[in-house]
């Protein structure tokens, strides 16, 4: 056991069941799911507001389909007012006081502006997580522990094996999103990404992006300025900016990356301001609170899952996650636009997520969960969108309940229980 200088006197914010880190949509999913199987729950988030991506990063809209059934399927109709709408942007103010309300009225008890800065491991069990706030210094004893930080922090301090980026260790790139007002609707576009174009007085969308890139009007890792509807006339959630090589948990790169990102928010604002008819008034109404991060660590597990298994559609016998779906995403990480096609992404077959990629391989009382379970860097640009990560997140907190209740370690559960639980809530997992 590793002795820390302040092990002996760090008092206790409380034992749990099971302890969430982080309250993005895959810790909100196991916390809810978790809760839902009659256990004492707390979620940690270091932020002010829980959602994580889906609130305070401005990211939308929410991609890979929802399951019926889930808790997925439950904060979507919340949402979107009850509307299957997949498409459409959400809004991000509703997110966070839906999710809020969401976790108050299932009974999960949330701590904010408070981060996991350590773990104590006696015997590969995390005994507490070491938390910071405004207070100091704190610990939170749990049964099981859930790792839904998107970085993996929880699995790195309890010393799991992490998986950092593609070969060469790029990671995708990070950016910030933003929603810009004051568009004139009955003139302009409504283009969308990398393959939809749209002919304007200048030329075609997608060649002005390509040429203002070139020439140094646009940012020279921007190719392509994607904007999405929001549902709201005269506005558009422009999704463009970009900044390669960061180390997203790197304090110092961030601060750097995020000052390089607003001034590619004006440069984009400018260029469509300057080339897109119905633009010429355009300004930012709101942005991510900091630097969007797609890609940081992954937790290796039971089992790693691989592109080809996505794009052969593999099905597993420890499925936890079913019909899963979404393109292969990788923004590129040494360029710009898709780092493997130069319009859309593979889209692969609906695939599996088992039980094993959410189980690392030490820690006797750790589930991992949303974009940090155990899976390539190709395999993660799919299953990193939000209703997947919902989903991961709803099996860890099942999965975490039982252990919990059990005494048992994630390794030692076999799948089967988690899955006749998901089964009992409706969720489909072998049709
Ligand atoms: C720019 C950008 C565009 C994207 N576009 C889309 C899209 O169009 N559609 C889509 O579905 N997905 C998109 N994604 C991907 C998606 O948003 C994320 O992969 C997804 O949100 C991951 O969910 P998560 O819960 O694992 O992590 P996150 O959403 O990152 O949530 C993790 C939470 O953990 C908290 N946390 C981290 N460390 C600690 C700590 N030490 N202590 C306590 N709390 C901590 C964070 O504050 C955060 O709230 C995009 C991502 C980015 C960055």
Known sequence: METRLYQKRLPSLGVYDVVVVGGGPAGIGAAVSAVQEGVSVLLIEKAGVVGGCLTIGHVSPISGDYVPNTVAEKINRRLKNGSTKLDLVHDFETAKVELTEFLEEAGVEVLLNTSVVDAIVENERIKSAVIATQK???????????DASGDAVLATFAGEEIMVGRA?????PVSIM??????????????????MDTPLKKGSYQTLCKQACQSGELPETVSVVRLYWNGKKGERLVNASQVNGVDGTDPKACAKAQAELRRQQKKIVNFLRNNVEGFENAQVKDSSDGIGVRETARVKGLYVITAEDLIEGKTHEDVVVHKASFAIDIHNPSGSGQAESTGLPVVPKQYDIPYRALVPLKSKNLYVAGRCISGTHRAMASYRVMNICMNVGEAAGIGAAICAKEGKAPSE????????KLIERGVSLFD
């Open 178 to 195: 933003f929603t810009l007002y004051g568009i004139d609707e009955n003139q302009t576009i409504m283009c969308y990404n990398e393959v």
């Open 168 to 172: 060469d260790g790029l990671t995708q």
């Open 136 to 146: 100091g210094l704190f610990s939170v004893e749990g049964k099981t522990f859930i």
């Open 413 to 420: 559960l076999p799948a089967k229980a988690v899955q006749q």
